[in-house]
């Protein structure tokens, strides 16, 4: 009877979200003209999970229905708050000072951002149920996020006729559209209450490791390996062979061979997510200075976030760790075991099958990184539209960002069920930036955003 009792009352417990309105977080020194929230939304009360959100409205003051924006980060593991929000593409970045200093690039100038950290294990997300932490998958992510969703809808009724959006980078490329194929079918149910989903933005996007993941091409074509190189890799390794076996474990010796001379000819001082960012050197030459000073930038702001996130002052503005939970908030560290099997999956026809349902899908790939090249994502983009029949509906050329080329863009369509013309896909580089785009090339990605939330083309040359 006392374990029954337990039980029910932690039901009970569970069942409840919490919505906490932050009135300030620490060291935050300006008058804001937007409200933000942040807390748990239980996504199952029998096993007590639940998923961690921050929320921040439009900043904008026109009397209008802004769109909301659902943003996820990949890994599979790695924080929306500590990167999307406060690294990337959200209304704050700690300051060297300790204080919060706004970002004037923030995504909230163009839409309401709600940020996830997901799955489970994630951040400040979690479960009771130890055994949720040891085998999950692409499946529980997404039907986790979609009870989120709904149950987030509840929570805030205010939003449900908003243009609800998702967006994200890197291995949400896995996560975004398995969500939205949740979303379409709820949104066939006659018997529930529609989210009014209009498109998708991924961004460096894992879709298909036959494809995403070969960098061979883009690094041969950036000087970063030799030719003989290039040709070991296409022969000996077969490309997508090599990282299936990389995948499962599975090491052929004469792959393992061409990796490392990959390895040794790109160097330990290039990274693969940004191959034109230097290293700190010792040099007191004034132009080595600036550069090794953008390494340090970047290793010295996910220092400061790492420190803001975990001190018990930010996590009780933040309504977070109400559990305290036996681990500290971490970008990508945590306790869960994903299903290596997974990132083998193929994404692109069900990318497809969401264009056919009529949702528009921004491919988008910053052009210094080597994780996932814009060269791969370009193809896909292309092999998409043949697939389905879209027609250019531009050509493949430059677009702007203020007065300066902001990448390459090109968008494919065709005829709605009225007859009309509709962009279904777009294809766009973003000049000069890494794996994470809205990070190394914050304008340039808000232009992006301010496109994509609106449906409308990206600034092209004008004659």
Not at 362 to 388: M, Y
Request: charged share 20%; net charge negative.
């Amino acid at each position: 009877m006392g374990v029954w009792f337990l039980s029910l009352l932690f039901f009970f417990l569970c069942s409840k979200v919490r919505a906490e309105l932050i009135p300030s977080l620490p060291r935050q020194e300006d008058h804001l003209s937007f409200r933000q929230y942040s807390g748990y939304i239980v996504t199952d009360a029998e096993h007590g999970r639940a998923l961690f959100y921050y929320f921040v409205e439009c900043s904008s003051n026109e009397d209008v229905l802004h769109p909301l924006t659902l943003w996820l980060n990949g890994g599979p593991g790695c924080s929306s708050l500590g990167f999307g929000a406060f690294m990337e593409n959200g209304p704050f970045q700690p300051g060297e000072n300790g204080t919060l200093i706004k970002n004037p690039y923030s995504w909230n100038i163009e839409s309401h951002m709600l940020y996830l950290e997901s799955p489970i294990g994630v951040g400040f997300s979690y479960s009771n149920t130890s055994k949720d932490y040891i085998d999950w998958n692409d499946t529980q992510t997404a039907e986790d996020n979609y009870r989120f969703i709904l149950k987030w809808l509840e929570e805030f009724p205010q939003f449900k006729d908003c243009d609800f959006f998702l967006a994200g980078e890197s291995y949400a490329g896995h996560y975004i559209p398995q969500l939205a194929a949740l979303l379409v079918e709820h949104n066939k149910n006659p018997n529930v209450e529609p989210v009014n989903l209009k498109a998708i933005a991924l961004g460096n996007p894992l879709l298909d490791l036959d494809i995403s993941v070969l960098a061979g091409d883009y690094l041969w074509s950036h000087g970063a390996i030799s030719d003989e190189t290039l040709f070991l890799e296409k022969t000996v390794c077969n490309d997508s062979k090599y990282m299936r076996e990389y995948v499962h474990s599975q090491w052929s010796q004469g792959c393992n061979d061409v990796f490392n001379r990959v390895a040794d000819e790109v160097s330990l001082d290039v990274g693969f997510d940004d191959l034109l960012l230097p290293v700190c050197t010792s040099s007191s030459n004034v132009e080595q200075f600036k550069l090794r000073k953008k390494r340090r930038v970047i290793h010295a702001l996910k220092g400061r976030i790492f420190s803001y996130l975990n001190k018990p002052e930010v996590q009780k503005a933040l309504d977070a760790n109400t559990t305290h939970l036996p681990f500290h908030w971490d970008f990508c560290l945590g306790p869960l075991v994903y299903q290596e099997e997974n990132i083998d999956m193929n994404l692109i026809p069900l990318v497809s099958n969401l264009i056919k349902e009529g949702i528009p899908v921004l491919l988008n790939s910053g052009d210094q990184d080597a994780k996932i090249p814009l060269t791969q994502t370009r193809i896909i983009a292309n092999n998409i539209a043949k697939e389905l029949n879209l027609s250019p509906f531009s050509n493949y050329g430059t677009w702007y960002d203020q007065k300066q080329v902001g990448g390459w863009t090109q968008s494919f369509g065709g005829e709605d069920a009225n007859g009309k013309n509709v962009t279904y896909l777009t294809f766009a580089t973003v000049r000069g930036a890494a794996h994470e785009v809205p990070f190394t090339s914050p304008s340039q990605a808000l232009t992006l955003f301010h496109s994509f939330v609106n449906g409308i083309p990206l600034p092209r040359p004008s004659n």
